[in-house]
């Protein structure tokens, strides 16, 4: 519990903002666009992005393809994304980590089936318990492989929706230990309407009623209502477009969700946070008014004129054959004790 809230207290820590706001409507291309620049600029040797282990590869690779851009266009000594996908996938021995390396190869193009030889849907759907009807016993990550099964075509049990149901906290949020927050909310929101839940739903109104009420004055979410944070805003935005909210209608004395965004991002693309990289990772998505799931699936595009277009990798674009134009944690490493809740997103 101690290390939970360290993590969310450094997330809520942000810098001032060098960019103006702007009460344009989703998406925000150009913005989106150069927050990839960011994320550019942390690839590895291997071909992984940001350092931290493989689950913020994985939202690297999720928040290219969200700006519209190919991943398999980054390359850095050799190495691209597809290359650190098969190098870890055997690595995703648990359901949540599964699940994110499984978006992760829709994104590249992948065959989630056979990533090295890993099958990641089925160790990700392998790990369903029929008695309590989760795929985890933590309702983040439960809800991370709902999420990715629904995308990848596998409909989920309904137990894992009454898991999610069950779940639910008397003022309509999700969350640890019996306190409730933005971030899970809003992934257990994703996965009730990728599991085919109505928006109209009682669970889903509740759990928007519990976001709404959590809004800081500043348009943005955290932890604490009163110090909102990059990440927890990227999540919930993305939660809104998912169940088919219009997130700037989420305005709060002049400011929504997507100015408050917009109004953190710095000069060189990135977002403030406890990690600039995760924040990064999180934001890009939602100014390019995805959701964490349909991320993976935007359709690519050249860049806005002026901006950054990729080189070519030099080892192959990672593609499945006959694949070329489709859909296009726990395993991480921890550095410090504030990191260990970031794991749920992360690779989780």
């Not at 190495?79 to 996938?89: F, G, H, I």
């Given at each position: 519990?101690?290390?939970?809230?360290?993590?969310?207290?450094?997330?809520?820590?942000?810098?001032?903002?060098?960019?103006?706001?702007?009460?344009?409507?989703?998406?925000?291309?150009p913005?989106?666009?150069?927050?990839?620049?960011?994320?550019?600029?942390?690839?590895?040797?291997d071909?992984?992005?940001g350092?931290?282990g493989?689950?913020?590869?994985?939202?690297?690779?999720?928040?290219?393809?969200?700006?519209?851009?190919?991943?398999?266009?980054?390359?850095?000594?050799?190495?691209?994304?597809a290359?650190?996908?098969?190098?870890?996938?055997?690595?995703?021995?648990?359901?949540?980590?599964?699940?994110?390396?499984?978006?992760?190869?829709?994104?590249?193009?992948?065959d989630?089936?056979?990533?090295?030889?890993v099958?990641?849907?089925?160790?990700?759907?392998?790990?369903?318990?029929?008695?309590?009807?989760?795929?985890?016993?933590?309702?983040?990550?439960?809800?991370?492989?709902?999420?990715?099964?629904?995308?990848?075509?596998?409909?989920?049990?309904?137990?894992?929706?009454?898991?999610?149901?069950?779940?639910?906290e008397?003022?309509g949020?999700?969350?640890f230990?019996?306190?409730?927050?933005?971030?899970?909310?809003?992934?257990?929101?994703?996965a009730?309407?990728?599991?085919?839940?109505?928006?109209?739903?009682?669970?889903?109104?509740?759990?928007?009623?519990?976001?709404r009420?959590?809004?800081?004055?500043?348009?943005?979410?955290?932890?604490?209502?009163e110090?909102s944070?990059?990440?927890?805003?990227?999540?919930?935005v993305?939660?809104?477009?998912?169940?088919?909210?219009?997130?700037?209608?989420?305005?709060?004395?002049?400011?929504?969700?997507?100015?408050?965004?917009?109004?953190?991002q710095?000069?060189?693309?990135?977002?403030?946070?406890f990690?600039?990289?995760?924040?990064?990772?999180?934001a890009?998505?939602?100014?390019?008014?995805?959701?964490?799931?349909?991320?993976?699936?935007?359709?690519?595009?050249?860049?806005?004129?002026?901006q950054?277009?990729?080189?070519p990798?030099?080892t192959?674009?990672?593609?499945?054959?006959?694949?070329?134009?489709?859909h296009?944690?726990?395993?991480?490493?921890?550095?410090t004790?504030?990191?260990?809740?970031?794991?749920?997103?992360?690779?989780?």
């Amino acid at each position: 519990m101690l290390l939970r809230l360290v993590f969310f207290m450094a997330a809520a820590i942000v810098a001032a903002p060098l960019l103006g706001v702007s009460a344009a409507p989703l998406p925000q291309r150009p913005a989106a666009v150069l927050g990839v620049e960011y994320i550019r600029g942390t690839q590895q040797p291997d071909g992984g992005f940001g350092g931290f282990g493989p689950g913020q590869s994985m939202d690297a690779i999720y928040a290219i393809r969200a700006a519209g851009l190919d991943p398999n266009d980054f390359a850095r000594d050799g190495k691209t994304p597809a290359d650190y996908l098969r190098s870890v996938a055997p690595e995703a021995t648990d359901a949540g980590p599964a699940a994110k390396a499984a978006l992760a190869a829709r994104a590249l193009g992948m065959d989630a089936r056979d990533v090295g030889g890993v099958d990641l849907v089925a160790v990700a759907a392998a790990a369903f318990d029929e008695e309590t009807g989760g795929y985890a016993s933590d309702v983040f990550t439960h809800s991370i492989v709902v999420v990715a099964l629904t995308r990848l075509g596998i409909p989920a049990p309904t137990e894992a929706i009454l898991f999610l149901r069950d779940a639910q906290e008397d003022n309509g949020g999700w969350g640890f230990d019996g306190m409730s927050d933005a971030d899970t909310t809003a992934i257990a929101l994703q996965a009730l309407t990728g599991a085919g839940v109505p928006a109209a739903d009682s669970t889903i109104a509740a759990g928007i009623g519990y976001l709404r009420a959590q809004q800081g004055l500043d348009g943005g979410w955290g932890f604490d209502p009163e110090e909102s944070n990059a990440s927890s805003t990227a999540y919930v935005v993305q939660a809104l477009i998912a169940v088919g909210e219009d997130p700037s209608s989420y305005d709060v004395n002049g400011v929504d969700p997507i100015d408050y965004l917009l109004g953190l991002q710095q000069a060189d693309g990135s977002f403030p946070g406890f990690d600039p990289a995760y924040a990064t990772n999180q934001a890009v998505p939602a100014l390019a008014g995805r959701s964490f799931g349909s991320a993976v699936e935007t359709p690519i595009s050249p860049p806005p004129p002026g901006q950054f277009a990729p080189a070519p990798p030099n080892t192959g674009t990672g593609l499945a054959a006959g694949d070329a134009a489709g859909h296009a944690g726990l395993a991480t490493l921890l550095v410090t004790a504030g990191l260990l809740a970031a794991t749920r997103r992360r690779f989780a």
